[in-house]
C-alpha cells in the first residue's frame, strides 16, 4: 500500500472519529434539551392544576428522570397516592444500578 494510500485512509478514520465526536455531542445537547423542556413542562402543569386544585402537584424525580403525579390531601398534606408509586421508583433506579454491568454498551 502507498504512502498516499495510508496517508487517505488515516484521514479518513480520523474524519469518521471526528464525526462521531460530534454526533455525540449533539446527542447529549438534545437530550438536555429535552430534559429542560420538560422540567418547564411539569412546572407549567403544577402552576395550571394548582389554580383549580391544590391536591395535585407534579414533579420530576432526579434519580430517575421520571415525572411523578402526587395526590395529596389539601388540609393535612398526606399522600393519597403517587403515579408511579414510590417502590416502583426505587426498583427503577436500583435496576439501573445494577444493570450496567449486565448490558454491554458501544458508543
Known amino acids: 500500500m502507498s504512502q498516499n494510500q495510508q496517508a487517505v485512509r488515516r484521514e479518513?478514520?480520523?474524519?469518521?472519529?471526528?464525526?462521531?465526536v460530534e454526533q455525540a455531542e449533539r446527542l447529549?445537547?438534545?437530550?438536555e434539551m429535552q430534559r429542560e423542556?420538560?422540567?418547564?413542562?411539569?412546572?407549567?402543569?403544577?402552576e395550571f392544576m394548582s389554580s383549580f386544585n391544590k391536591g395535585l402537584a407534579f414533579r420530576l424525580d432526579e434519580d430517575t428522570g421520571r415525572?411523578?403525579?402526587?395526590?395529596?390531601?389539601?388540609?393535612?398534606g398526606d399522600i393519597i397516592r403517587q403515579i408511579p408509586e414510590k417502590e416502583m421508583l426505587e426498583?427503577?433506579?436500583?435496576?439501573?444500578?445494577?444493570?450496567?454491568?449486565?448490558?454491554?454498551?458501544k458508543v
Open 12 to 20: 479518513t478514520r480520523e474524519s469518521m472519529q471526528q464525526r462521531r
Open 28 to 31: 447529549n445537547e438534545t437530550r
Open 37 to 46: 423542556q420538560l422540567e418547564k413542562l411539569v412546572e407549567r402543569l403544577d
Open 67 to 76: 415525572s411523578i403525579i402526587t395526590v395529596y390531601e389539601m388540609s393535612s
Open 91 to 105: 426498583l427503577a433506579k436500583q435496576l439501573s444500578q445494577h444493570a450496567r454491568g449486565l448490558v454491554a454498551e
